[in-house]
């Protein structure tokens, strides 16, 4: 066996352990929690944030080990940190208060209009509307925008354990399918649309439709089963208060976020960007609250960690999609979708020669459809872990939970992507 190929399942391996890792998280969340000795290391491999960066530091260590520092350091530099570098900035950018104000302020308005309870209508339209937004703004706007406001509106007034729950899951996966009414919004469509010539007519006459209509239902579903619950919640009127933003500096964020989007393949020019963002917050901090850099930093050490763990997991995913019809394809897709981040997945399918439209299709909406199933799924959803997890039991989201919370949902998708 040549060290090219050892390496390749040793990769594979590691890659199998971050899995395992991710879903254990809770468990050392709770080891954190009863140790007296030893809770900040605990603590830190409960964080699920931090379990990819952690196997990829072992992995390039490997690397090291088998070759050299310089094979470790050049496997690094061919690796893409495009994706997250920017769903750190547009997460800081979409949860800065003018923004957030603003997108509440819509929806407290559009609520009224709506012929039920305000926090219902609420509840609703934070899972659907502004996941379908995602397909304008970006699904890790959407995905920041979406967890804010329900974490204000609805996570801490004390709901229960099962709608916490149901309402992430939902969250996942209408988001992950609310951004593909574009070519440009949802990273795992990103990887492949330049590639295969979808343009925006395409996407929405073969998936956007489709994913509006289970984006609606998933979020009436959950809103109808947990009427009695919602509303009992406390209303507030969110961004009707003292809160208010002048309309010059909402302006002014909203342009940084376009530009931001705009230039969405090119790091150097939004990095940029967004240190005279920055600089503008500071200006004006008066209409600040605290900026969401630690939260977006460990979003996007998760996503650089996948990325390098990714790399090297090209020999057994691209055998496995290339082998498969466009039904089995598009299940096996969802399936493998939740272990790995679907626009990997994607990105993967795209290289593989020969795949028929039918093909393409199925590897797409397989991808989406699953990616919320676990948080390692689609690429915003650490964005929504990391603002939400301190309300759950012991600051710590349990895999399983999540994956049956996203279960219901996900079939709803995968209904209109595959019966209708």
Not at 161 to 187: D, H, Q
Not at 387 to 414: C, H, M, N, R, W
């Amino acid at each position: 066996m040549s060290t090219e190929q050892t390496l390749h399942y040793i990769a594979a391996a590691i890659f199998a352990v971050a899995v395992l890792h991710t879903f254990s998280s809770k468990f050392f969340a709770h080891l954190a929690h009863q140790s007296k000795h030893h809770a900040g290391l605990w603590h830190l491999l409960g964080e699920v944030e931090v379990v990819f960066g952690f196997w990829a530091l072992v992995l390039v260590l490997v690397i090291a080990g088998f070759s050299d520092q310089k094979a470790a350091i050049h496997y690094l530099e061919t690796q893409n940190f495009t994706e997250p570098l920017f769903v750190f900035v547009i997460l800081v950018i979409a949860g800065t208060r003018p923004v957030l104000w603003s997108v509440q302020h819509f929806v407290s308005r559009a609520a009224t209009i709506l012929p039920v309870p305000t926090q219902m209508a609420s509840y609703f339209l934070c899972l659907s509307l502004i996941p379908l937004l995602g397909s304008v703004i970006t699904e890790p706007a959407a995905m920041t925008l979406a967890a804010l406001m329900l974490r204000e509106r609805f996570y801490k007034k004390s709901i229960s354990a099962k709608l916490k729950y149901m309402t992430l899951g939902t969250l996942f996966v209408n988001v992950s399918i609310g951004g593909v009414l574009t070519p440009f919004a949802a990273p795992p469509v990103l990887m492949v649309a330049e590639k295969w010539g979808w343009n925006i007519q395409h996407m929405f006459f073969n998936f956007g439709w489709k994913a509006a209509c289970a984006v609606t239902l998933n979020a009436l579903v959950l809103t109808l089963f947990f009427k009695k619950e919602l509303q009992a919640v406390p209303a507030e009127q969110a961004g009707d208060n003292g809160d208010a933003v002048p309309l010059s500096v909402v302006g002014i964020h909203y342009l940084f976020l376009i530009a931001v989007v705009w230039f969405s393949h090119y790091s150097v020019v939004f990095l940029g960007l967004f240190l005279f963002f920055l600089g503008f917050t500071e200006a004006y901090k008066q209409y600040q609250d605290r900026l969401m850099l630690r939260e977006g930093l460990l979003v996007a050490f998760f996503l650089g960690g996948l990325v390098v763990l990714g790399g090297m997991q090209q020999w057994w995913l691209q055998a496995a999609l290339a082998e498969m019809k466009p039904t089995v394809l598009y299940w096996g897709a969802t399936a493998l979708t939740a272990i790995t981040d679907n626009a990997a997945l994607t990105y993967l399918g795209s290289l593989v020669a020969g795949l028929s439209d039918a093909a393409k299709y199925a590897l797409v909406a397989g991808a989406v459809t699953g990616g919320g199933l676990t948080v390692i799924a689609n690429a915003p959803n650490p964005a929504a872990f990391a603002i939400l997890k301190e309300y759950f039991d012991e600051q710590a989201i349990s895999p399983l939970g999540l994956f049956a919370a996203a279960a219901v949902p996900t079939l709803v998708a995968a209904a209109f992507f595959q019966l209708i």
